[in-house]
Nanobody
Framework: QVQLVESGGGLVQAGGSLRLSCATS????????MGWFRQAPGKEREFVAA????????YYADSVKGRFTVSRDNAKNTVYLQMNSLKPEDTAVYYC?????????????????WGQGTQVTVSS
């Protein structure tokens, strides 16, 4: 089992940047594929980005391609989401997700393990 704790959210103006972090517990972090999801008020949770266990493959939703970058540091048991050129429509609670199956963290449903979420608010 793995526990996930997100941080780095906050309030930023449109066009600004934030970097989210997701710190994990346990000694098997490098075995997990990791994903980022978000949920805006009144909307369903949606996939944002994913990264495989090695960091060699990344995946993005069309809405964030070219603006967001997912990365991981297996030595620090942490996955990151660098968000640039933020837009008001990026406002949401962002969740970190982990699973042994890459398909699950890179599609709508998500994998087995979730963090508590961190709020990102982009003002216009």
């Amino acid at each position: 089992q793995v526990q996930l704790v997100e941080s780095g959210g906050g309030l930023v103006q449109a066009g600004g940047s934030l970097r989210l972090s997701c710190a994990t517990s346990g000694r098997t972090f490098s075995s997990y594929h990791m994903g980022w999801f978000r949920q805006a008020p009144g909307k369903e949770r949606e996939f944002v980005a994913a990264i495989d266990w090695s960091g060699g493959s990344t995946y993005y939703a069309d809405s964030v391609k070219g603006r967001f970058t997912v990365s991981r540091d297996n030595a620090k048991n942490t996955v990151y989401l660098q968000m640039n050129s933020l837009k008001p429509e990026d406002t949401a609670v962002y969740y970190c997700n982990a699973d042994f199956a890459l398909r699950r963290v890179s599609t709508k449903g998500g994998g087995d393990y979730w963090g508590q979420g961190t709020q990102v608010t982009v003002s216009s």
